[in-house]
């Protein structure tokens, strides 16, 4: 069974920026084929997807939300997936979870099998 847990969230200044991993535990076997993806939900909102990460090809995309801001990538052999959220808004208040899925990559929270709790971010103007 794959565990996700992610961290690095906390309380940050608009225009500044944070750093949020997410470390993989279990069948890290088969963490080479997984796609991973960043997820975040604000109060009263759906979840949306932020930026993903294809391990077996090392393609990273991202929403246009966050496009030039957010930066995803894998530390290898460190079973880490890190989120790099520079020029940090107040929209980008939300609770951010770490997914992954088997590939191919897709944006829909509902077709990811694993998740984390998730790491709150909350960024004040």
């Known amino acids: 069974q794959v565990q996700l847990a992610e961290s690095g969230g906390g309380p940050v200044q608009a225009g500044g920026s944070l750093r949020l991993s997410c470390t993989v535990s279990?069948?890290?076997e088969t963490w080479s084929w997984k796609c991973m993806a960043w997820f975040r939900q604000a109060p009263g909102m759906k979840r949306e997807a932020v930026a993903r990460y294809d391990l077996h090809n090392h393609i990273a995309e991202y929403a246009y939300s966050v496009e030039g801001r957010f930066t995803i990538s894998q530390d290898n052999g460190q079973n880490t997936l890190s989120l790099q959220m520079d020029s940090l808004g107040t929209e980008d208040t939300a609770l951010y979870y770490c997914?992954?899925?088997?590939?191919?990559?897709?944006?829909?929270?509902?077709?990811?099998?694993?998740w984390g709790q998730g790491t709150q971010v909350t960024v004040s103007s």
């Open positions: 997914a992954a899925r088997s590939w191919p990559c897709t944006w829909v929270a509902s077709t990811y099998d694993y």
């Open positions: 279990g069948y890290t």
